[in-house]
């Protein structure tokens, strides 16, 4: 992207911290084979301080949303603290090839790994470590002649591709995942919608929400969601 491009995706800025918008389809590191990602980006958004921020957390490449970045050192070791103590609040949409059987659950299943091969793989595993995914419907609709659902999803955990294997073992797969879901001719429709961070103790935590991704809107129209009524006030 260009500065302004990059830049245009900022969401949130303060002294400590910076949420941009991340687009579907691009890494937010550079892997061990190397290659573009995001943090390419990053001289365009320090703002008059001397280094480029870095990554708060993690979203996988192929999810679009809401991501942390610190501004400097100090910020970044408070920002990993929250994350690490759980108490970042993350949101996320995905709309889902089938229909859960309920309105609103728990999904409650430990994760490891694949297998050695595949690193970054992941399956549901009674010996893996803790995961646990709140989720609400709210949508249901028909989208290219199949069932499909709108979901909100609260991971409580951060585990590697929670939301995706969670999903996936419940029988409703994210549409678009090609390792764990349904429907590989369209990108993840996974994005992640918003982020709540108590910065200050002495101040209320700070909630930014990422627009929906262009590859995204067909799939929740077929579910019911408008952008326009989603941005009236309530009454």
């Not at 490449?61 to 990993?80: F, I, N, P, Q, S």
């Not at 949101?91 to 595949?118: F, H, N, Q």
């Not at 262009?214 to 989603?230: N, S, W």
Request: glycine share 10%; aromatic share 6%; charged share 25%.
């Amino acid at each position: 992207m260009t500065p302004e491009e990059t830049r245009a995706r900022l969401l949130y800025r303060d002294g400590l911290m910076l949420v941009i918008d991340k687009p579907a389809g691009v890494a937010v590191h550079r892997g061990p084979k190397g290659g573009a990602s995001l943090e390419d980006d990053f001289e365009a958004l320090r703002f008059g301080l001397p280094r480029n921020p870095a990554l708060a957390h993690r979203l996988d490449r192929e999810t679009a949303g809401c991501l942390v970045l610190g501004r400097h050192h100090k910020a970044l070791e408070k920002l990993g603290l929250l994350f690490k103590q759980g108490k970042i609040a993350k949101t996320y949409w995905a709309v889902v090839a089938g229909a859960p059987d309920a309105d609103e659950g728990s999904i409650d299943l430990p994760l490891g790994r694949l297998d050695e091969k595949r690193g970054w793989w992941m399956k549901v595993d009674p010996k893996g470590q803790p995961a646990l995914t709140i989720w609400r419907v709210r949508g249901r609709g028909v989208w290219r002649e199949a069932p499909v659902a709108w979901l909100e999803l609260e991971p409580r955990t951060g585990r590697t591709h929670q939301l995706r294997v969670h999903c996936a073992a419940q029988g409703w797969p994210i549409l678009g995942d090609p390792i764990y879901g349904a429907r590989a001719d369209v990108p993840l429709q996974l994005l992640a919608r918003k982020v709540v961070v108590p910065l200050a103790k002495s101040a209320p935590a700070i909630e930014v929400e990422a627009p929906v991704p262009p590859h995204m809107r067909e799939t929740l129209a077929a579910c019911g969601f408008a952008e326009e009524t989603m941005r009236k006030p309530a009454l």
